[in-house]
């Protein structure tokens, strides 16, 4: 099969309508909450997605009350038998920076140098941020106006299905075996797979979540939350001397503690790290929230090991001092599931090389829905949605990778059907 400059032109337009359509619906997920989905906003992009994929004529939609949305795709006539693959974006985006009211901008034929975002003075992407930008050069470039996030992640893999879906049915000559369509919510708090339907998913899929144009990856971090409290005593500061115990002050020292060359600003590649999310609190009572990542498991252990003897320490150093310190795994490295499935790895890689584009196999310094899917028995690798600077204002991601990635699905499909 080859994809004609029609249906180029078609996916190119479907994709990026649809991107700019969805990057307008607040869906920022709250990693602090107890409720599934995080954040009832995710429901209303689901339901909006519920209703388009009726209309692409897709079959057993279900938007469920956790938020997710499953729909199913039937084999083109004489592909009946083929395997069925699952395809997967996630509904929410970052707390990081706000994602409500995104307003999107295109800037038309990039020609280098920087872009400005008008609601932000003296904010701007360029080069020395991205260097993958200088890419980019005639290519139109979409951004928000630089007072929220954009919402590629993961809107792009979303818009980027639901082309595929709408060529699917325009083009009856793309041929395709049996389809699973399945958006998540609350993939950004790494609870996105917590209540996922097994029995509506294929025993193979792929998630559209990654970054710039060619990506595969199937190795991601080994993911820890470290939960911390402090406990201390408030005192009048005039009588305070040998009794006060002053939480928040203890827990900064005890932060201080943390090698500063383990931090993500220092670290890359294979490099694993302490982030340090959140510290609040007052005199009695001081809490921080961090994340332990690494690609091997014993890194993180021994971030672990270091961070109990740090509490021995402190308690030690300030006798009526308590300090509680939790451990939640999070994913594990997903490498151990997916690398013995060829089938499913070289197939992508193909689909990628037919769109012309080189393919770029990278470890995920992060996670997806594809880690927790891997290890819950169902092997799911990420491709491309095309963005870059994701959870940031600078966010941005080129009209161009819209089409691409929806090439690749489109070849993908192609190539499970025939094979």
């Given at each position: 099969m080859k994809i004609s400059e029609k249906i180029q032109e078609f996916i190119l337009k479907e994709a990026v309508e649809s991107f700019l359509r969805y990057v307008k619906v607040w869906t920022t997920s709250d990693e602090m909450s107890s409720t599934y989905p995080t954040t009832t906003n995710q429901l209303e992009l689901g339901e909006l997605l519920s209703n388009e994929l009726k209309e692409l004529g897709l079959e057993k939609i279900v938007h469920d009350k956790y938020g997710y949305v499953y729909a199913r795709l039937p084999a083109s006539k004489g592909y009946e038998e083929t395997d069925e693959i699952g395809l997967l974006a996630h509904l929410d985006t970052s707390s990081a920076v706000s994602g409500k009211d995104v307003n999107p901008i295109i800037h038309e034929n990039y020609q280098g140098g920087k872009i400005s975002l008008p609601k932000v003075?003296?904010?701007y992407i360029s080069p020395e941020d991205s260097p993958q930008l200088l890419e980019y050069?005639?290519?139109?470039?979409?951004?928000?106006e630089g007072d929220t996030l954009l919402?590629?992640?993961?809107?792009?893999?979303?818009?980027?299905i639901m082309a595929a879906c709408a060529a699917w049915k325009e083009f009856p000559e793309l041929v395709h075996g049996p389809i699973t369509i399945c958006f998540t919510p609350d993939e950004e708090t790494g609870k996105g797979m917590q209540k996922v339907d097994k029995?509506?998913?294929?025993?193979?899929?792929?998630?559209?979540?990654?970054?710039?144009?060619?990506?595969?990856?199937?190795?991601?971090?080994?993911a820890w939350l470290v939960s911390a409290t402090f406990k201390g005593l408030s005192v009048h500061t005039g009588h305070a001397k040998n009794i006060l115990i002053n939480a928040i002050h203890i827990a900064s020292r005890f932060l201080s503690e943390i090698p500063e060359f383990q931090s993500p600003e220092h670290t890359e590649e294979r490099e694993g790290f302490y982030h340090l999310m959140t510290l609040e609190g007052n005199t009695e009572k001081a809490?921080?929230?961090?994340?332990?990542?690494?690609?091997?498991?014993v890194g993180n252990q021994n971030r672990m090991e270091y961070l109990k003897k740090l509490k021995d320490v402190f308690e030690s150093r300030?006798?009526?001092?308590?300090?509680?310190?939790?451990?939640?795994?999070?994913?594990?490295?997903?490498?151990?599931f997916i690398e013995k499935e060829e089938k499913l790895i070289n197939l992508a890689k193909k689909a990628i090389e037919k769109t012309g584009l080189e393919v770029k196999i990278h470890s995920i310094r992060g996670g997806t829905d594809g880690a927790r899917l891997?290890?819950?028995?169902?092997?799911?690798?990420?491709?491309?949605?095309?963005?870059?600077?994701?959870?940031s204002r600078k966010e941005y991601i080129p009209t161009l990778a819209l089409q691409k990635a929806t090439e690749v699905i489109l070849y993908l499909m192609d190539l499970w059907a025939s094979n």
């Open positions: 003075p003296d904010l050069k005639g290519l139109d470039i979409i951004t928000s919402g590629a992640d993961n809107k792009a893999g979303i818009a980027e029995s509506k998913l294929p025993k193979l899929c792929y998630t559209f979540d990654g970054g710039e144009m060619g990506e595969l990856e199937y190795e991601c971090f080994d809490v921080f929230r961090m994340l332990l990542r690494d690609f091997d498991e300030y006798p009526d001092l308590q300090i509680e310190l939790s451990f939640l795994h999070q994913y594990l490295n997903m490498l151990r891997s290890e819950m028995g169902i092997p799911t690798p990420n491709l491309f949605a095309g963005g870059l600077m994701f959870h």
